[in-house]
């Protein structure tokens, strides 16, 4: 049974940092693609940034430059370090497990997610 439980969010100030972790298990970790996404109220779901099990990142426009992923494959963790933070980044942030399976159909798991709350 696949568990991904999400942790670090909280209230930071405006110009702040966080660090969220995404613990995953039930899985062979490393040959899973995992993401961090973000919605916030009113808004659709997007990819704020992601870590393939090739080891290639993807981060969204807007936190390019702010934020980095990282993934240690031994602790079944992803990491999201979100520096200089802005309130526009305030949102509840699910981390996604997924993998293509062998008959080419898309396995993806979602965690409960951890709330942002950005104060300007």
């Known amino acids: 049974q696949v568990q991904i439980v999400e942790s670090g969010g909280g209230l930071v100030q405006s110009g702040g940092s966080l660090r969220l972790s995404c613990v995953v298990s039930?899985?062979?970790?490393?040959?899973?693609?995992i993401g961090w996404y973000r919605q916030a109220p009113g808004k659709q779901r997007e990819l704020v940034a992601s870590?393939?099990?090739?080891?290639?990142?993807d981060y969204a426009d807007s936190v390019k430059g702010r934020s980095t992923i990282s993934r240690d494959n031994a602790k079944n963790t992803v990491y999201l370090q979100m520096d200089s933070l802005k309130p526009e980044d305030a949102a509840v942030y699910y981390c996604n497990a997924r993998i293509l399976l062998s008959d080419a159909t898309l396995y993806s798991r979602w965690g409960q997610g951890t709330q942002v709350t950005v104060s300007s």
């Open positions: 039930g899985i062979i970790f490393s040959t899973y693609d």
């Open positions: 870590f393939s099990s090739g080891g290639t990142t």
